[in-house]
């Protein structure tokens, strides 16, 4: 599944853009479990976090 928008970024200006996820994933601490996710949405054309972003369904 990919999480896709539309956002500002610093180097291109107005663009598609994507969230990764950054966070560290599965992990267990004392016992409990537990998914981190820490999502940032990144720019499609060069890569750079976005500084502005609005997630969308695009492909309807
Ligand atoms: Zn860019």
């Given amino acids: 599944?990919?999480?896709?928008?539309y956002g500002t970024c610093p180097?291109?200006?107005?663009v598609p853009g994507h969230m990764v996820d950054e966070g560290i994933g599965p992990y267990e601490f004392w016992?409990?479990?537990?998914?981190h996710h820490d999502w940032i949405p990144e720019c499609d054309l060069c890569g750079e976090t976005m500084t502005e972003f609005e997630e969308g369904p695009f492909d309807a």
């Fill in 1 to 5: 599944m990919s999480r896709v928008g």
């Fill in 11 to 14: 180097e291109c200006g107005d």
């Fill in 31 to 35: 016992g409990a479990k537990g998914v």
